[in-house]
């Protein structure tokens, strides 16, 4: 198969080959949505060496179970979905375990992930120093609210701002 032919690919050709054993066909979908897949992750329980484990868990299981995607909503949605329970999964194990983070959150580091402001919208040039400390504080106070939702609140809450998912 051609580079051009694979680009062309619906993700539901995609899926069928995967059905039927076509490791191209998975190598598409896995370039198509490592990405989306590892920052829905990361977002979700805030360890990137998990994230990554957990990536490689979801591609795992849609080579063994694609045919469960019956195409009823979108294939991005359904992987997302699957990595949604695994990182639950995950972050009910780490608490039954007690493990907790050897530090503390630093939101300064913190605006760097998804919870944070794409870079690309906000010119900071134009924002007066008042501005971009309002701005810094609107952040940490939004982090902060949703650090104490519940688990399954925050992941929803994280599927339709992050991942821009709808809620219909």
Not at 94 to 99: D, F, I, M, Q, T
Not at 150 to 155: D, G, P
Request: charged residues 30%; aromatic residues 8%.
């Amino acid at each position: 198969m051609s580079l051009e032919a694979g680009l062309e690919q619906t993700d539901e050709d995609l899926v069928n080959g995967v059905i039927r054993g076509e490791q191209e066909a998975f190598t598409r979908l896995f370039e198509r949505y490592r990405l989306d897949v590892c920052r829905h992750l990361l977002g979700i329980i805030r360890d990137a060496a998990a994230a990554d484990d957990l990536t490689q868990e979801v591609f795992l299981r849609l080579w063994r179970r694609a045919g469960q995607w019956k195409g009823e909503a979108a294939f991005r949605s359904w992987l997302l979905r699957i990595a949604t329970n695994l990182a639950l999964n995950h972050l009910r194990t780490v608490k039954r375990r007690r493990e907790q983070p050897i530090q503390p959150v630093n939101f300064a580091e913190d605006d760097e992930d998804d919870s944070a402001v794409p870079t690309w919208m906000i010119d900071a040039a134009t924002l007066r120093p008042d501005d971009a400390l309002a701005q810094t504080e609107r952040r940490r106070l939004l982090h902060q609210v949703v650090g104490q939702l519940s688990e399954e609140k925050q992941v929803v809450f994280r599927m339709v701002y992050h991942a821009q998912m709808e809620t219909r």
